[in-house]
């Protein structure tokens, strides 16, 4: 498996408070992604970068930022987190070309009180 | 855009007898499709993939599933399930976008497995 690593695993925070999630990988991967999990919605992708600062927007992107300022770290940032944002968070790495396998972390349970 | 259709968001069955969990595929080309398996609390698992070559895939834990173009299938099977199969299951389908590729969720089958 991928040497995908996610912090923090859990914490909860309030509403209106920036939060920050980090994704560290060590498999030089070049595509990260952010995906969240809500009961009966499956995965959906909220951003992707396919490079050191080059991201783009998900299905899902409003009310969320990312930066990749290196190609082992990939963050994701609520700036003013809501109830709706509470999901469980999951980065995934992969180098991007058709049919390659994706890699996923172990998951961010994030709770906006 | 491509898209998966999970059938069955529930699936129960006894230890022992086969496990059939249902995905349609939505694509426009000849896609790649992946079933992912997550435990719970635990991230998620590649099961196997299909990327054009063999249209039978077999996976790991047993599991193998075969495309059907003419029926826009790629259904998940197990012979004789095991408790420890008792798991979530996605069906993935990636699309092709501006140059990158993103990979399309299904929303999940919920495997029971009974003693």
């Known amino acids: 498996d991928a040497g995908i690593t996610q912090s923090p695993r859990h914490k909860v925070t309030e509403t209106g408070t920036p939060v920050t999630l980090r994704c560290h990988q060590t498999?030089?991967?070049?595509?990260m992604y952010w995906y969240r999990q809500d009961p009966g919605h499956g995965l959906r992708l909220i951003h992707y970068?396919?490079?050191?600062?080059?991201?783009d927007k998900g299905e899902v992107s409003d009310g969320y930022s990312v930066s990749r300022s290196k190609t082992e770290d990939f963050l994701l940032t609520l700036e003013s987190a809501t109830s709706s944002q509470t999901s469980v968070y999951f980065c995934?790495?992969?180098?991007?070309?058709?049919?390659?396998?994706?890699?996923f972390g172990e998951g961010s349970w994030l709770t906006v009180v | 855009a491509q898209s998966v259709t999970q059938l069955d968001s529930h699936v129960s069955v006894s230890e022992g007898t086969p496990v059939l969990l249902r995905c349609n595929y939505s694509?426009?080309?000849?896609?790649?499709l992946f079933w992912y398996v997550q435990h719970p609390n635990k991230g998620l698992q590649l099961l196997l993939k299909?990327?054009?070559?063999?249209?039978l895939v077999k996976g790991i834990n047993g599991f193998e599933a075969e495309f059907k173009k003419s029926e826009t299938s790629f259904h998940l099977t197990k012979p004789s399930a095991h408790m420890s199969d008792a798991a979530e299951y996605f069906c993935?389908?990636?699309?092709?976008?501006?140059?990158?590729?993103?990979?399309?969720f299904g929303t999940g089958t919920r495997l029971k497995v009974l003693a």
């Open positions: 995934a790495t992969g180098q991007g070309s058709s049919g390659n396998t994706i890699y």
């Open positions: 498999e030089n991967h070049r595509y």
């Open positions: 970068s396919y490079g050191v600062k080059d991201t």
């Open positions: 694509s426009s080309y000849s896609p790649s």
């Open positions: 299909y990327t054009s070559a063999a249209t």
């Open positions: 993935v389908v990636i699309e092709p976008t501006s140059g990158t590729y993103k990979y399309i």
